[in-house]
Each structure stands twice: as C-alpha cells, then as structure tokens.
C-alpha cells in the first residue's frame, strides 16, 4: 500500500504542474513547447504505469461482487471514455486540456468543453463497477474525484486567461456532455479529430478485448460477462 500512496501522490503532483501557469511558462520557455509536452507525455505515462503497477501489487481485498451487469457497463462506459480523452487531446480547446490549445475550439467542444477529464471519468467509473475491491476502488474512485476537481480548477484558470472571452466560448462549449445539443435541438458536429479518436478507439477496444488487456493488466475484461 505504501507504493501505492507514493506512486499515487506523484501523479497528483505531476498532473498539478499544467495547472499552474507560471510553472508551466517556465518549462515551456526552457524546453520549447514541443519539447514540453513531448518529455511531459512519456513521464506522464511512466508514472502511470508505475501507479498501475503499484495497485496491481496492493493486496486484494473485496468488497463487492461484480455482477455481470457491471462488466457491460465497462464496455460501453470505458471506450467512450477513451474516445473523449483521444479527441479532446487532438482537437484545438483554449478551455480545457488539449495538446492544440490555440485555434477555434474543434466539434468536440460543443458536445463538452472539458472532454478529456469527462473522458478519463467516464473510464473511471467504467472500471470502479466491475473491480469489487479496495485498491479499485481507491484508484479508480481517486482519478473519477481527480477529473471532477480539475474541471473545476480548469474553468477558473479559463476565466483569468481569457477575460471577456471566456464567456463566448463558454456558451458553445456546454460542461455538461451533449447538454446543449439535447437542450437546442443543435445538430452533432464531427470533424477529422473526432473521426481519428474513433478510429484509434476502435482499434484499440479490438486490441485490448482480444488480449492486449489481460497481457497488460493479467484481467480479461469479458471474463465478467460469463460469470
């Protein structure tokens, strides 16, 4: 449990230096931009896999039993959630996380302004349902409390930086998921990005249901189905 906490607690840290603008000038003025993000994105995975590694050595203690329910659940909660992570970070978004912060906002703004945390949620409690132990629960219920505290700090970050232009890109950008599109009738845009995130997605949800997930993670997500 000890790793655990450790290896948790860097991820917290690490994921807080975006948020704070004169740390990440400082870094971007240093490195370059590209450079940034690009040494930001493989630590940001190093830790991450760390932190899996960490819980997947946390003892197993259960707590509920997972329902066949559940593991459907996951199939449907986990790739939309990757699907808003993957186009949330291709798409231009001066409101939210996105390796394109300038430019117009991409069509994944009007169904969200906040896809990426809304996606990394969504996958959370994806995989909270169907794991009926204490070390899920405490990784995935610690990221699903982490993507709702960052989409508020992000909208006060949003405000400062943008001033009176925040408002007007706020109001197409909904930070509920498809409220606006269900509220005004508005027609759902799709552009290359969100064409590109499905496609990944896909492949992706192949790769893992055909193996990839139990040869990273030594859990086979359709097991649950059967049980």
Known sequence: MTEFVLAFGLFLVLHSVPAVPAIRQSLIAVAGRRTYLSLYSLVSIAVLAWLFHAALNTDYIALW????????LTLIAAPAGLF????????PNPLSITL????????????????????????????????GDLRSLLLFGGFALFSLAGMAMLDRRARQ??????????????????????????????????????????LLTIWLLAGGHAWLFGADPLSLLDS
Do not use: Y
């Open 65 to 72: 039993d997972p329902r066949p329910w559940q593991g459907h």
């Open 84 to 91: 808003l992570v993957l186009a949330g970070l291709f798409s």
């Open 100 to 131: 394109r912060q300038c430019g117009t906002p991409g069509a994944i703004a009007s169904v969200t302004r906040h896809p990426v945390l809304w996606g990394f949620l969504l996958w959370s409690l994806g995989h909270l349902v169907a794991n």
């Open 161 to 202: 930086r943008l001033g009176r232009q925040w408002q007007s890109l706020a109001e197409n950008a909904p930070l509920l998921p498809l409220s606006a599109i269900l509220s005004a009738g508005e027609r759902l845009r799709v552009d290359a990005a969100m064409v590109l995130a499905a496609t990944l997605t896909a």
